[in-house]
């Protein structure tokens, strides 16, 4: 059981760093219950991007709401029983168990120094199963591969149980079948999401809108059939490619040509 999907909103946030601009006056929204999928190239600006909106980087300019409140006046501990994330970098946790990693995001909800209640146990039981990972809660954390890892960090996610998730390369390390499961499951949660993605064919299949950065600009915005043009495809990314409408699933599908 989550929390209410929020409604995410990125109003014209620019980063820069070293000189060099990262996101350039981006604005867009994530309705409640809404999947967005932010796509681009490598050094597009996703990653800089989704770290303002958990607070992770100051933008230069712009804000970024939740629910109409800006996420830099929220405390801490209320932002985070309304977001969670699954970052790319997670370093210092890789002395706990599996269950000790995934109970870290119940830590919103605890004063200092107090114990799990029965609460905090049903929601990370219940994400350690929905990430089928739940035979491996006694196991060290940094004795597992890269995809298991990934699982438990989205299950810590999971048992955040907010309305608003914040998915920067989600699918990073799974094998297909938990790919598939991984964004299945956020679907089903009925949460609004924001997640950065590397497959395009994933992002058509389960994002109800594609945002689309390059050089740290929003270039295009809308449905996957719209967004998804070989045009936008060579411009974006310098590759030719077919897109059409898978014949089962009727959702768009790139191939890419040699």
Do not use: W
Request: aromatic share 4%; hydrophobic share 45%; glycine share 10%.
């Amino acid at each position: 059981m989550s929390a209410d999907a929020g409604t995410l909103r990125v109003e014209d946030v620019s980063v820069a760093a070293g000189g060099q601009t990262l996101v350039d006056g981006v604005t867009l929204e994530a309705a409640a219950g809404e999947v967005v999928g932010l796509v681009g190239p490598n050094g597009a600006g996703k990653t800089t991007l989704l770290r303002t909106l958990y607070r992770s980087v100051r933008p230069s300019s712009g804000r970024v709401l939740l629910d109409g409140e800006d996420v830099r006046r929220m405390p801490g501990r209320r932002l985070a029983r309304r977001l969670a994330v699954v970052a790319q970098e997670n370093p210092g946790e890789f002395a706990l168990t599996v269950y000790e990693v995934a109970a870290m995001g119940r830590t919103p909800y605890k004063r200092a120094f107090q114990g799990d209640d029965a609460g905090d146990r049903a929601a990370v039981t219940e994400a350690l199963a929905e990430m089928g990972v739940t035979e491996l809660a006694a196991a060290p954390f940094d004795r597992l591969s890269g995809g298991e890892r990934q699982r438990v960090l989205i299950a810590r996610a999971l048992a955040q149980r907010t309305g608003t998730l914040v998915l920067d390369e989600p699918t990073n390390h799974l094998d297909p079948r938990h790919q598939l499961d991984a964004l299945r499951l956020v679907r089903r949660r009925g949460v609004t999401a924001v997640a950065a993605l590397h497959d395009l064919n994933l992002a058509a299949a389960f994002c109800d809108r594609i945002c689309v950065l390059d050089r740290g600009r929003l270039v295009a915005s809308g449905a996957p059939g719209e967004v998804l043009t070989a045009g936008l495809l060579a411009e974006v990314y310098g590759v030719e490619a077919e897109v059409a409408e898978h014949p089962r699933l009727g959702t768009v599908q790139v191939t890419l040509l040699p």
